[in-house]
């Protein structure tokens, strides 16, 4: 969705109208239900995940209640329901068509008691009356202009020691030129395909395809027009009473890309596990939250 606006005048609801357009589009549904995900892409759901359900498992003596916000066809209530069957997952979204992805995905999985929501995040969060173990946000807080305020949100919706969950979010190492060199080199045939029209047509309209430097095409991506500073996230948040139990950053993409970026610095997608107050086990939840993670992925990452 074009904009005429500035990067710092658009409001969250330009953002929010721009990805139910987005999420309605035919063209993004059939990338959703027709594109097979290279190996690893995901390996850091299960892991992450894994790490944190049985966490909050054994501490509460129960399986979990979780919510799956934003949660599109459903990528994260399904690895969630794989780490551990007995845990009650709902996924919230404000696309229908997207949901009914997710409805042919509960087939294909084999998954009956995913209960899914339409709404918006906010709307969602500032109006039910449940309470979740766990709250995730996958690949989601860079769809909003006031993150802080998002998670803050959220936190208002947890268990006394519930966790909140953010993963697949891109620091500004996306906005690098030795970003971009690699992404397009290592990357993916269709990701070199959009960078190749995008530049004939950059040649084509003798430069008038491109936005101003304050402007931008895809305002549904908003936090991707200039990366999200994740230090400061993450601080932002501890000041606002969320605990930061783990905060890593690690590489995203086609398998080559898992194994030559992180040598190179390109860390560039970050997740965080976040908890509300302080708790006497939040250091020993932390060390053996950052061993179980290291451990269990396959790539260099960066624990921060």
């Not at 969705?1 to 330009?14: G, L, P, Q």
């Not at 290279?38 to 299960?46: A, L, R, S, W």
């Not at 087939?107 to 173990?133: C, P």
């Amino acid at each position: 969705m074009a904009v005429d606006k500035k990067w710092v005048e658009v409001t969250e609801d330009d953002i929010l109208i721009a990805n139910i357009n987005k999420y309605e589009d035919d063209n993004i549904i059939k990338y959703y239900t027709e594109k097979a995900d290279p190996k690893y892409t995901y390996i850091e759901y299960q892991v992450i995940f894994k790490a944190v359900i049985d966490i909050l498992s054994k501490s509460l003596g129960r399986s979990i209640k979780a919510v799956d916000v934003c949660g599109g066809a459903g990528k994260a209530s399904f690895i969630m329901k794989k780490c551990d069957p007995a845990c009650e997952v709902s996924l919230v979204d404000l696309s229908d068509k997207m949901l009914a992805v997710a409805r042919q995905n509960m087939i294909k999985e084999g998954v009956e008691d995913l209960r899914l929501i339409k709404d918006d995040a906010f709307s969602f969060l500032n109006n039910t009356e449940q309470q979740y173990d766990l709250i995730v946000f996958s690949s989601a807080i860079h769809h909003f202009k006031d993150p802080i305020k998002l998670l803050v949100t959220a936190a208002q919706r947890l268990t006394p020691q519930g966790c909140i969950i953010t993963i697949a979010e891109p620091t500004a190492l996306i906005k690098s030129t030795r970003f971009k060199i690699m992404t397009f080199i290592f990357g993916h045939k269709e990701y070199k395909q959009d960078v190749v029209k995008s530049w004939i047509k950059y040649i084509v309209t003798l430069g008038e395809s491109a936005p101003a430097d304050d402007e931008f095409a895809d305002i549904a991506e908003y936090q991707t027009f200039k990366g999200i500073d994740d230090k400061a996230l993450s601080c932002q948040l501890n000041s606002a009473g969320l605990n930061t139990l783990v905060h890593l950053r690690y590489p995203a993409g086609d398998p080559l890309m898992l194994k030559v970026l992180p040598y190179l610095g390109l860390n560039w997608s970050f997740g965080l596990v976040l908890r509300k107050g302080k708790h006497p086990e939040d250091n020993r939840w932390s060390r053996e939250l950052q061993d179980k993670i290291k451990s269990g992925l396959p790539f260099k990452i960066n624990i921060l």
